[in-house]
């Protein structure tokens, strides 16, 4: 079952913070977050695993919650080039390649 | 930063008609996959491959679809006898042997069956 993203869009102001959360009704081995600009190919932002492990972006920060089987990312101070889809994708156990994508969040931020 | 390569960029096709897409994965990866975006959708995962066999396929991943290695740099996935719904943006993936990497992606084909 894929993951489920809140919101779907925000709009945003330079400068600005945001939160994107992704929740699963399956047990996470890790979740991953991706940022997908219009035609373009899903880039890496953060992979996030049990037992507190983080591995990414360094002006992005993320938490998970493995007992309620939710990620949240953090935006803050934000610039023109964070606006774009934002997945998050999870792995539900060895199959760390294997990721089923949430719905994505469309982030814009105004100048 | 390394790449994964994709070839062509956009692919339009026939219906029925048989397709290659090709990948690059980079070149000390040893866990490839495809992913495919329909217009406007998520990403979801096709078939990932490992050790020149298929480690997991998803439900998309029928009888119409394969994956292969011909050598030692190329990562090719095709589909036989192409549908219109088979219209989308098809990713490689590629990441090393570490348990909890990072995806590379390539920047995907356009496949657009008419």
């Known amino acids: 079952q894929q993951p489920v993203q809140s919101p779907q869009a925000v709009i945003l102001r330079e400068g600005e913070d945001a939160v994107i959360n992704c929740s699963s009704s399956?047990?996470?081995?890790?979740v991953h977050w991706y940022r997908q600009k219009h035609g373009e190919a899903p880039v890496f932002l953060m992979i996030?695993?049990?037992?507190?492990e983080q591995k990414g972006h360094e002006k992005i920060s993320a938490s998970f919650n493995e007992k309620k089987q939710q990620s949240s990312l953090y935006l803050t101070a934000s610039q023109l080039s964070y606006s774009g889809t934002y997945f998050c994708g999870t792995a539900g156990g060895t199959s760390y390649g294997k990721l089923t994508f949430g719905q994505g969040t469309i982030l814009t931020v105004h100048p | 930063e390394p790449e994964v390569t994709q070839t062509p960029s956009h692919q339009v096709t026939q219906m029925g008609q048989e397709v290659i897409l090709r990948c690059v994965p980079i070149?000390?990866?040893?866990?490839f996959y495809w992913y495919r975006q329909i217009l406007g959708q998520k990403v979801e995962f096709l078939v990932s491959?490992?050790?020149?066999?298929?480690?997991?396929k998803s439900e998309i991943f029928d009888d119409q679809f394969s994956v292969e290695r011909p050598d030692g740099s190329n990562f090719t996935l095709k589909i036989r006898s192409t549908k219109l719904e088979d219209s989308a943006m098809y990713f490689c993936?590629?990441?090393?042997?570490?348990?909890?990497?990072?995806?590379?992606f390539g920047s995907g084909t356009q496949l657009s069956v008419l």
């Open positions: 993936a590629s990441r090393d042997s570490r348990a909890n990497e990072k995806l590379f």
């Open positions: 070149s000390n990866h040893l866990y």
């Open positions: 399956k047990a996470l081995y890790s």
């Open positions: 491959f490992y050790n020149n066999e298929i480690s997991e």
């Open positions: 996030l695993l049990k037992g507190g």
